[in-house]
């Protein structure tokens, strides 16, 4: 096989050349195979030529279909090949990785047309994956063991055969579990508060399998937005433990729909500290031989430990619309947390004595330490409350309550481990410029210096989408929903996708539409239910169903007509949870800068889920009260749709 799929010339820049091959495959190669010519997929192609040669980062703000996606992997594929490093390639969700790897995704679809074998793999964050510790205890839940047991029966024969393994494959991700609703899920697949290094079934487990698997990618790495970023976050300390980093060195990052890897960045970035967790790693102390004065040492950390968590669940409080609560930083609590503090700091200097005496076993002292430091870290940031936010939360597996620790600002930490590396780095989505500025995301990131450029949907809105804008008395909203989206419904015989700002909502519609009889006939699909690309891929092949979500405001690819109407049941503003309290507080005029541009960017992408080619047509519903009591407010999201799209208050 030929190593680039036109002849190179070594005499002649690399990159140069590639961009002449994409101009070629969009004139020519691409239109050939019945695919249109796009003034402005060709302008972003030439767009990025710059960012690969000078090995820059680039914002590449694309309007809905100019296909951007094909433009990236033009350069992201052949760059791979001349680099002889995989490009990676991170999306903001699960539903965006599936339209890139299915067999009828972008991917396959460049590979066919252009006679191409390109080699890309699959990299899931852990908690995509099956824990087969967790499994082992959830057989014996009293409602779902029954579920549990049956796909401990189905796992492949290598899982339970403890010779040495002669073959093996990938198993166990939420993909092959459709079936499982996101509780049932939670109780078996992995979790921070999972230790890999200790368990037995490591090098069983589907997502060590996986793992070696990706690592091997000759082209391509689709990974999430949240796993690039542990990666990140996780590289120096794991080649500090004699590990590999999660992704292997590469030679370009894309982000899809990158104006959401600051959130990504936030999440991977939080420390995770939990009672029982730490209770069940410490006593692995007391299996040893260790002096008494360790011992009682590790008893008396274990009861501060238990102090310390339960004046956390004393001085917090539940938050309407979140499921964390909001910590009270009190002297009571802030005594306990400095009690706790010292003990560990305390076994920690004995732990090097201790070491020294090679009384214990060196890979779990080397557990224990980490995690000591780990609590020792996250509690010292805790206590400055300017720098970080931090919250409670409820293990859905009944370890009890986890104190989760999350900075504030992300920005030194992806100036120095992202962009400081001298590689082509891809921002792509159709919401990165504020007011035609991209100051706004960059800033954001910690990036300084930067290539941009915006090139618009080529799509004839005006002609192609409705936008249906009821006016709401506010009385009894809801009711008054109900009462809009009910003929809505029927009006399209479903084909909608309702999108909703928060579970309790979607949960509230669930229950209410069920009693509507005029809705008998229209199948719905609720995220949570079952595992999202599975009923994205339901909804797609059944027309007259409905899709109810939270979170695919952005990401869903649905052309045609089991598409056809987008509710947006209330405007997305920023839940009202401890992260966006906190950026609330740090923010000179709240609504203006954290509020209202979070609500427009999101409500941007919402609107984009309707008109996904030349020949989609349909219905954009929005409803809200809050539009006909303040007139800016209506004008700012006016401003939202594409020019010449015109609202109706009653549909024709």
Not at 222 to 227: A, D, K, L, Q, V
Not at 562 to 578: G, K, M, R, T, Y
Not at 600 to 628: H, M
Request: some cysteine; proline content about 5%.
């Amino acid at each position: 096989m030929e190593r680039y799929p036109f002849a190179y010339d070594p005499a002649q820049p690399f990159v140069s050349q590639v961009s002449d091959w994409a101009a070629d495959v969009f004139y020519d190669r691409l239109p050939e195979a019945g695919f249109e010519v796009r003034d402005e997929q060709i302008y972003m192609a030439f767009q990025l030529e710059r960012a690969f040669a000078e090995k820059q980062t680039i914002f590449a703000e694309a309007g809905v279909g100019t296909g951007k996606t094909l433009a990236y992997l033009l350069y992201a594929v052949c760059y791979a090949r001349y680099t002889r490093k995989p490009a990676i390639i991170a999306c903001a969700n699960e539903s965006l990785i599936e339209q890139l790897v299915k067999p009828q995704g972008d991917i396959a679809k460049l590979a066919k047309h252009l006679g191409l074998t390109i080699d890309a793999r699959l990299a899931k964050s852990p908690d995509q994956y099956l824990c087969l510790r967790k499994l082992d205890e959830a057989n014996f839940h009293p409602d779902f063991a029954e579920d549990f047991q049956r796909i401990y029966q189905e796992l492949p024969p290598f899982v339970h055969n403890y010779e040495a393994l002669q073959s093996f494959y990938p198993y166990g991700d939420r993909s092959g579990y459709p079936g499982l609703d996101d509780e049932k899920w939670s109780l078996i697949n992995w979790d921070a508060f999972q230790d890999c290094f200790a368990c037995e079934k490591q090098h069983r487990c589907g997502q060590t399998l996986s793992r070696n698997h990706y690592r091997k990618a000759a082209e391509l790495i689709i990974c999430s937005h949240n796993f690039y970023m542990e990666h990140v976050w996780t590289c120096e300390a794991r080649k500090r433990g004699g590990q590999l980093p999660l992704l292997p060195s590469h030679s370009a990052v894309i982000f899809d729909e990158g104006h959401l890897l600051e959130t990504a960045a936030q999440k991977a970035l939080t420390y995770k500290l939990n009672h029982s967790v730490f209770e069940e790693i410490i006593t692995r102390l007391l299996r040893g031989e260790i002096r008494e004065s360790l011992a009682v040492a590790v008893e008396e950390a274990i009861n501060r430990s238990e102090d310390m968590f339960f004046q956390l669940d004393s001085h917090s409080q539940a938050v309407i619309g979140s499921n964390r609560r909001e910590i009270r930083l009190e002297e009571k609590l802030l005594q306990a947390i400095a009690r706790f503090t010292e003990q560990i700091g305390w076994i920690e200097e004995e732990l090097a004595l201790e070491s020294g005496l090679y009384t214990l076993d060196e890979f779990q002292l080397r557990i224990v330490e980490e995690h000591l430091e780990m609590m020792h870290l996250a509690l010292g940031l805790f206590r400055q409350p300017n720098g970080v936010i931090s919250w409670m939360t409820e293990d859905a597996t009944g370890t009890g309550s986890t104190l989760v620790v999350m900075p504030r600002l992300v920005q030194e930490v992806l100036k120095e481990r992202v962009f400081s590396e001298r590689m082509p780095i891809v921002f792509s989505s159709a919401t990165l410029s504020v007011d035609g500025s991209f100051q706004y995301v960059a800033d954001s990131l910690g990036i300084s210096r930067y290539l941009s450029f915006s090139v618009p949907s080529p799509y004839d809105y005006p002609q192609q989408m409705q936008v249906f804008v009821p006016e709401l008395a506010g009385e009894d909203v809801f009711a008054e929903k109900m009462a809009a989206v009910v003929p809505l419904l029927q009006r399209t015989e479903g084909r909608a996708l309702l999108l909703f700002s928060s579970m309790e909502e979607m949960k509230q519609f669930k229950q209410a539409i069920a009693d509507v009889p005029t809705c008998a006939g229209l199948r719905f699909f609720y995220e949570g239910d079952q595992e999202i690309t599975h009923l994205i891929s339901c909804f797609q092949e059944d027309e007259r169903s409905c899709l109810c979500a939270v979170s695919l405001w952005e990401g869903l690819d649905v052309p045609g007509p089991s598409l056809s109407n987008v509710v947006i049941w209330s405007l997305p503003f920023p839940p009202n949870d401890p992260v966006f309290a906190a950026k609330r507080r740090s923010a000179a005029a709240p609504y203006e800068e954290v509020d209202l541009p979070y609500m427009l960017l999101r409500l941007r992408q919402g609107i984009g889920r309707l008109i996904r080619s030349r020949e989609d047509s349909g219905i954009v519903a929005i409803l809200s009260a809050e539009l006909f009591r303040d007139e800016e407010l209506r004008e700012h999201v006016r401003a939202v749709f594409p020019p010449g799209v015109e609202w109706k208050p009653v549909l024709e």
